[in-house]
């Protein structure tokens, strides 16, 4: 009902918009799946783009996003500039949606429309694999609109109101389908149009600018859902924000800016915590807590004597199967190509069903059918009374797992890793490989 409520009070109040260079549109939209209540799958937004470049089949598009409920991105993915009129138009935006089942990307399709031949009463194509049909007119507010229907063999996928004298989505509901099938409805509308003067214009390209400047100099790839903040990254983005958000004031920039500031604050934080952890740790003798084989028998601890340790500490759960999942498959390459005698790789589940015996027997299937799933040769422990703790826990600073532990053969925690490792394709995990070599050649 309350989104119901909200299409209507957009439809009466729908500003009459152009298409042109300098034109500042903002929609606002939600993303609800079809059963359950609104109030906990509900995902709302608002999409603001900046039209730029325009071109007489299509025009360049800034955009900026804000999510609120069921997740959402970093800032450094709330921003992008596109191409509209493209078929393979890269960069557009998308919607970070959180599930229990596991995180999805919702597309959002460009409320810049663009056809050759021009729409027209009775017109139809196919496009996609998807029919397309005019199916008569209608008006949003004080504006005429073309009603377009997009269907395929299994029914209507969107509905789309399109502004009969602009290449312009006026409105639009999608059927979504995720997971196993499960139906959503994404909705959004047009709320504000704004022709900008050539000063303003000029000063919002340049702020999307140099935000997309600064997200390229980082090396970071639009998108990707866990970013790694390397020290590097850090150091980079702690120097050069504060020119970058000086030249954001206002608009659709503001919050990602304020946003950005904040979470260089945070990261510095958390990575001057994980760092303190990492100097108690290294160079002192590891903890031997109680971990148990997946079968259920304690282990044994005497095994890992005299040989380079590492420790992979992550949930190791099959569903949902996210990244970074795929680099134990590297890891397993790792130990695949170090003699046993030398270097013992373990990975020790770390998830909180192991620690409510309800839920405990399902968390260890779903780590064995990860295991089979990835073909894994290295063994895999249960953490199931928190021994992650004496390992230091990153998440207490706000981190995410994985963590990586290398112990030496003296016993001693030889390397503490917070995060992902960079790939190499050839070499897999290159750097760990080369501090596990280390380790044993520097102890023969």
Request: charged share 25%; with cysteine; proline share 5%.
């Amino acid at each position: 009902m309350q989104a119901l409520l909200l299409a209507l009070a957009f439809a009466s109040n729908t500003p009459a918009a152009t298409v042109e260079a300098g034109t500042q549109l903002v929609f606002q939209g939600s993303f609800v799946a079809e059963k359950g209540s609104a109030a906990e799958t509900e995902k709302q937004f608002k999409l603001s783009l900046l039209v730029a470049d325009v071109r007489p089949k299509g025009a360049g598009v800034y955009w900026a996003l804000e999510e609120q409920g069921r997740g959402g991105w970093s800032w450094i993915h709330r921003f992008g500039l596109y191409q509209a009129g493209r078929a393979d138009a890269e960069g557009q935006p998308t919607l970070l949606y959180e599930r229990a089942e596991g995180t999805n990307e919702i597309q959002l399709m460009s409320p810049l429309f663009y056809r050759d031949p021009p729409l027209a009463e009775g017109a139809q194509w196919k496009e996609d694999r998807f029919d397309h049909a005019v199916t008569g007119t209608g008006k949003l507010g004080d504006t005429t609109a073309w009603n377009v229907e997009v269907s395929n063999g299994y029914g209507l996928k969107r509905s789309m109101l399109i502004d009969q004298r602009n290449p312009l989505i006026l409105s639009l509901k999608e059927n979504v389908f995720i997971g196993q099938g499960e139906k959503h409805e994404l909705r959004y509308e047009l709320v504000s149009a704004t022709q900008l003067d050539t000063t303003q214009a000029e000063a919002g390209v340049a702020a999307f600018d140099g935000l997309l400047a600064l997200r390229n100099r980082l090396g970071i790839v639009p998108g990707t859902r866990d970013t790694k903040w390397s020290d590097e990254r850090l150091g980079m983005l702690r120097e050069q924000l504060p020119s970058v958000v000086t030249k954001i004031t206002e608009g659709p920039l503001a919050t990602i800016a304020r946003d950005a500031e904040r979470d260089a604050q945070d990261q510095k934080n958390r990575a001057g915590a994980v760092e303190l952890m990492r100097g108690k740790l290294v160079g002192n003798a590891a903890p031997r807590p109680e971990l148990h084989q997946l079968n259920g028998k304690p282990f044994d601890w005497s095994q890992t004597d005299g040989k380079v340790t590492v420790l992979h500490f992550w949930e190791y759960r099959d569903t949902p199967l996210e990244e970074p999942y795929g680099q134990i498959a590297y890891l397993d390459f790792l130990f695949r190509n170090r003699p046993s005698e030398d270097v013992v790789v373990m990975g020790v589940c770390v998830n909180q069903r192991l620690q409510d015996p309800e839920t405990q027997s399902k968390a260890i299937l779903s780590a064995k059918k990860l295991v089979a799933f990835m073909n894994l040769s290295y063994p895999i422990l249960a953490d199931q009374v928190d021994g992650i703790r004496q390992f230091g826990d990153p998440r207490i600073t706000g981190a995410k797992l994985p963590l990586f532990v290398v112990i030496g053969k003296d016993g001693k925690i030889a390397h503490y890793h917070v995060g992902t490792y960079e790939v190499n394709r050839d070499r897999g995990l290159e750097e760990l490989d080369a501090i596990v070599k280390k380790a044993v050649t520097s102890e023969k």
